[in-house]
């Protein structure tokens, strides 16, 4: 029961202080708002995030693979400056390779593709044109990529085989460069950053299909998708050799360290290498996808852990300048309380739980307005929010241990009075 009046009577001196000390209670909440709302939002975007890459990654099959010429990591991102990078130095990867990889007993499928999407592509009709995101691709792409055409079709083996210069467009392409009219049927020009300047031809295409990529963030910021065959591409638009590479999937029943195994020593074999040679080529399994994305979103989960820490250290430093001044408003009233019995550690709870109190007020001011936004977040825009439950209690803990860390030296100074000098105090 001592404990519990404590603890009540803290709060309440924490909430008078708070109506009597309006602006700067305010001020010191304020801080502790701000860190705790900058954990909800980020964890919440970081965590939506995090799920929309996943189901993207796992839509294509959790055995499905990747071959490129050169492994995941910084040295792919710098690759283009650094000529002794692997990126550089490895020998690009041949279609046919793809071709044979397929007749491997334990592969399914293999599809051969490159993702031009970055390399400044633009497509036009008119005096209309676009930006798009270009990827040459296989005929059955669409077993891969789990999406929809919403209409027409996508281009046949045999187009793809003889280089057709046909085209799958996404319906913001259909919007934007064929003004909403139906574009089954009509041709289109695409230019490559190269053209124009060294004097050479558009490429025309037809449109046979509209496509519709899964539902997931990533499809929903990148638009202007046109897809067309990678022989054409390879024909028509001089594609860069190192954006080439290969999906891979393992026939079902076939473990995916089996057809790893399988496929890595195929590769060697093609690429003429002796056992004790290093694989010029890397295979790329979902997991060390997931594992390099996650690495990514730890740099942002880093950066919300050092914004959210200067709130909580201005809130801080507020409650030590509110506990400071209440400490010595109150010197009598700890005077008059340990002359009556009360212990150095009945004096040190009540201030701390004063302290507390105010820091975990602005700890739930911060979980409400962040709840909004990851609600805004969720209901008006494409990025996808998830409060995590242990992000909220971590906020709560936080907010409480902030007022407790920072509060502990004012009621260390108040509990430490001598009674007699405090009931002196004037």
Do not use: C
């Not at 009540?8 to 801080?31: F, H, M, P, Y």
């Not at 390399?119 to 891969?144: K, M, P």
């Not at 060390?288 to 959210?308: D, H, I, K, P, Y």
């Amino acid at each position: 029961m001592n404990w519990w009046t404590a603890l009540d009577e803290g709060v309440r001196i924490a909430l008078s202080a708070l109506r009597a000390n309006k602006v700067r209670s305010g001020l010191t909440i304020l801080g502790v708002t701000i860190g705790v709302l900058v954990v909800m939002v980020m964890s919440a975007v970081i965590q939506g995030v995090n799920g929309s890459f996943t189901d993207a990654i796992s839509s294509r099959g959790v055995t499905t693979f990747y071959v490129v010429h050169a492994s995941l990591g910084i040295e792919i991102n710098t690759g283009y400056e650094d000529e002794e990078s692997d990126f550089m130095t490895n020998p690009p990867l041949d279609p046919a390779m793809a071709r044979d990889l397929a007749r491997l007993p334990e592969i399914q499928d293999v599809w051969e593709y490159a993702d031009l999407s970055q390399s400044g592509f633009e497509a036009r009709r008119g005096a209309e044109r676009a930006e798009i995101a270009l990827v040459a691709v296989t005929d059955s792409y669409l077993e891969f990529d789990n999406g929809d055409l919403v209409d027409g079709r996508w281009f046949t083996s045999t187009e793809s085989y003889r280089a057709r210069n046909v085209a799958v467009i996404d319906s913001a392409m259909a919007l934007d460069v064929f003004e909403g009219r139906d574009p089954i049927g009509q041709d289109f020009l695409i230019s490559s950053p190269g053209f124009g300047i060294t004097g050479a031809s558009d490429a025309p295409f037809r449109v046979v299909g509209v496509y519709r990529p899964p539902a997931n963030l990533f499809a929903g910021l990148a638009t202007h998708y046109v897809f067309i065959p990678f022989p054409t591409a390879d024909k028509d638009l001089d594609i860069w050799d190192r954006l080439i590479g290969f999906a891979v999937r393992p026939n079902p029943g076939v473990t995916l360290e089996e057809a790893l195994d399988a496929v890595e020593t195929r590769m060697r074999e093609l690429r003429g290498l002796s056992p004790g040679q290093e694989s010029n080529f890397a295979l790329i399994t979902q997991d060390q996808v997931l594992e390099l994305w996650n690495q990514l979103t730890g740099v942002l989960f880093t950066v919300m852990v050092a914004l959210s820490s200067v709130g909580l250290m201005v809130g801080g430093v507020g409650v030590i300048g509110i506990m400071m001044i209440s400490v010595t408003e109150r010197t009598r009233e700890i005077g008059l309380r340990k002359s009556m019995g009360a212990r150095r550690r009945d004096i040190l709870w009540q201030f701390l739980v004063e302290a507390s109190t105010l820091t975990l007020l602005g700890g739930a001011l911060g979980l409400v307005l962040g709840g909004g936004i990851v609600f805004g977040l969720n209901r008006w825009s494409p990025v996808p929010a998830e409060a995590p439950i242990w992000a909220i209690v971590a906020a709560l803990v936080v907010s409480a241990l902030t007022g407790i860390g920072f509060g502990l030296y004012p009621a260390a100074r108040g509990a430490r009075l001598d009674p007699v000098e405090a009931l002196r105090y004037e």
